[in-house]
């Protein structure tokens, strides 16, 4: 298993990342069409000395596109935390994670958004 590599997720979200460090740490790209449009910044951490055919990994996302498209977006951030496993002969990346909306105090209540993601690695 290796994190490096393109990933895809149910919603057509590409995910790209090219090398991690020996730590576990690595940056990414994250190309979206839902919500947000445009290309993001990604930072990482997993875990270095997997066991047990599951890597556990964490990444977060800023959703400030790269290409200088405002949009509202550009206030938000996500994290995402999950496993990496091989399942059926396909590297998945299963996540659940928080989108966090900038709002007033007021909305704060549904700022949040908790879902899941599955990253598919594409050969």
């Known amino acids: 298993m290796s994190l490096v590599g393109t990933w895809e997720n149910e919603f057509g979200s590409i995910m790209r990342i090219e090398h991690v460090k020996e730590d576990g740490t690595f940056t990414a790209t994250y190309s979206s069409h839902t919500g947000a449009t445009g290309v993001y910044r990604v930072m990482g ?3 270095p000395d997997p066991v047990g055919g599951s890597q556990t990994v964490a990444f977060a996302v800023s959703w400030h596109s790269v290409e200088g ?3 509202p ?3 938000w951030v996500s994290g995402f935390a999950g496993q990496l496993q091989t399942i059926d002969g ?3 990346l299963s996540t659940t ?10 909305d704060n209540w549904g700022s949040t958004i908790v879902a899941t993601a599955k990253f598919v690695k594409q050969r």
């Open 90 to 92: 396909q590297e998945i």
């Open 45 to 47: 951490i997993a875990d």
């Open 69 to 71: 498209k405002p949009d």
């Open 97 to 106: 994670y928080l989108l966090q909306k900038n709002t007033e105090p007021q």
């Open 73 to 75: 977006s550009w206030h």
